[in-house]
């Protein structure tokens, strides 16, 4: 005896999936409501009638000088940024040590370049 589908419609298999993907979803909604419910490492929650009942004492502070704010030093590009764009260029498959890290694009944006190249190609006849 041969073994054959119930369906063939891939509607009725897409709901099918999809109501049991629902299913699993509200389930797992519900488990974690739980979890946060009998959470053991929740610490219990004081009564609002024992804040109230504590007598309220006027100290007087002297007044706290305001922080100086940092110097803005520029240095150019930081250790940090050159850290990162080290690690992209490892990641992307270049085992060099970066030499050299400079700010190309001094002038407008990267699209503004390509539209000015464009135009000069198009100038000197090469499309």
Not at 18 to 23: K, Y
Not at 31 to 60: F, G
Not at 79 to 87: L, R, T, Y
Request: net charge negative; charged share 20%; with cysteine.
């Amino acid at each position: 005896m041969e073994h054959s589908p119930v369906t063939t419609n891939p509607l009725i298999i897409m709901m099918i999936n999809m109501t049991v993907v629902f299913i699993v979803l509200v389930s797992l909604m519900y488990l974690i409501k739980l979890i946060h419910y009998i959470d053991p490492t929740k610490e219990p929650e004081k009564p609002a009638q024992a804040e109230e009942e504590e007598p309220l004492v006027a100290v007087k502070s002297e007044p706290v000088p305001a922080p100086e704010p940092e110097p803005v030093v520029e240095e150019g590009i930081s250790p940090e940024i050159i850290a990162a764009i080290s690690a992209a260029i490892s990641a992307y498959g270049f085992a060099e040590q970066v030499k050299a890290v400079r700010i190309v694009n001094h002038e407008g944006t990267a699209w503004q370049n390509s539209m000015r190249n464009a135009q000069c190609a198009m100038r000197n006849g090469r499309r």
